[in-house]
């Protein structure tokens, strides 16, 4: 017969008690506990993925950045020897002083730039920079130039130049040097890397591998030795996955892999992020044992402190209860914070359990993430200031080759921002009108001196000539895609409303916003200030006329904005010295003006 365990008549109080106690407060505790490991663990992974795709794409963003920026400096440069040579670089004009100059300001105007070359129709040139072209380099810039026959832009493979401490990883950018369909020649630009080799150190300090490759999987720079440029990178599965991608690769993509090194395989987790201006890609990848270290850390600590919460009693269970959930939802808010792009939010946990070193992780993420966009918006203002310097040394100089009007960019700019804001027009409008004002008579570059200059009345044929700045100008910066907004303000403002304007005789509301406004600029200070033939107006009889002009040929809401602004005294003008030339004393300062009249202004100069 089988034994039969004897059956207890009275099962004690205390282990009733105690198993409702575990059953109620361990045992729910115990799953509530693996319900939030579970959940942080999830959110350590996404946080951890969107921290390396956010380096990435900081990268990715500034190496484009880099790249547009010098487009846009190729371009400036390319209508400067245009403007200078008189679009004639052939062997005669080819080896000018001004060439020359205007080559190697180009070279000194930034660190990055090694080398920079100009070619002709018939591949001769000159030369500037800090380093000589070898073999390698030298096919690179016969590749260019055929580019350039092909009125096609060039951005090359990188190289190495030099060798040991001297070694430098560089790219070739070119250029076409064209006049309308007429290949004129090229421009040659040796970028050094080392800009982009130091951004990558910088993240490689933060626990991160990075590097970069080419739509070939070949590296172009790493933050180590460790690999060379040029060496095939596609071993590594996500490099793999972007060659792949080919132009598809538009957004940056996070996955696990493994790493095979001989016998061993290290599990890793990588992301990569396209780089817009060209066909490559910053990778970033960390080990997954780094990666989700805190996570593994948290998942033994929680199940410790699973198995200690048994032995127990219920106060202490609830205490320790309290004191994890307490911190886990200071913990969830700053995650949220962050999400929502707060990267300033910091937890303040006092512990040392596994939650006070989720929370350093998590502060630790937020400054990185926080300098890392820091590093962004200083690099955009930097190239802002960039952009903006160049644009008004290009207006002063065109000021300082017609002593008529110096500084009237300047001053056309200052009126027209302060008639803008007294309109209330939006920000975004103000800075489109920033640079189209301080630009608006660069076309004044490509007029001949003894018309721009000449202190007499001009002829018809000579004010014809003269009349062509606007559309000079316009073309002169067309090739430049970040100054498409801005060339209305400089090819029609001398429009008129009533349609008696040139270049092209718009009327009405045909004429844009933005030319409307520095018409009324323009005129304000072509009144007040001496011209060849002219006496500046006293600036309450040139608000006159102004008011006499006002929706005959000026904007009526320009107009009401400016005298708002000159009554207010906003608009200070110093009395200017008398003219003293031959043609002053012989032409009337000023004439009796009827809206029928043409403007007694200098068009020459405003």
Known sequence: MPLKLPIPTR???????????????VVPMYFYSAQIESLNRERLKTNEMLLQNTVTRSLADDISQHQ???????????????????????????????????????VSSSNDIAYATVLNADAKGISAGRIEPDAFLQRELERAYAAAHEKRSYSGQPLVVGSGKSARTVMLVSSPILYGERFLGMIGSVVDLQYLIGRLQEVRRAGLMPYVVDSQGRLVAAASAEYATGQDMTSFDIVRSFVDEGAKAQLAATREFAVRQGKNTTEMLGTYSPVSALDWAVVAQKPREEAYRSIYEMQRTGRLLALLAVFLSVGLSILSARRITSPLQVLAESSRAIAKGDFTQRVHVKTRTEIGELAATFNTMSEELEQFVEDLKRAAEENKALFMGSIQMLAGAVDEKDPYTRGHSDRVTKYSLMIATEMGLDPGFLE??????????????????????????????????????????????????????????????????????YPYGLKGDDVPLLARVIAVADTFDALTTNRPYQQAHDPFEAVRIIENLSGNRLDPTAVTALLAVFLRGDIRIPKPAPQTSAVDSAVPVAAPLHLGDPLVVDTRRS
Do not use: C, W
């Open 11 to 25: 099962v004690p109080l205390l282990y009733v008690i105690l198993g409702v106690l575990l059953a109620l407060s």
């Open 432 to 501: 489109i009108l920033r640079v189209s004002a301080q630009l608006h008579d660069v076309g004044k570059i490509g007029i001949e001196d003894r018309i721009l200059k000449k202190p007499g009345a001009l002829t018809p044929e000579e004010f014809e000539i003269m009349k062509t700045h606007t559309t000079k100008g316009a073309n002169i910066l067309r090739p430049v895609p970040q100054l498409r907004e801005m060339l209305p303000g400089i090819e029609l403002h001398h429009e008129s409303l009533n349609g008696r304007g």
């Open 68 to 106: 547009e920026t010098l487009r846009m400096m190729l371009a400036n440069l390319a209508s400067s020897i245009q403007v200078t040579s008189g679009n004639d670089i052939g062997t005669q004009n080819i080896e000018a002083p001004e060439l020359r100059a205007l080559l190697e300001n180009f």
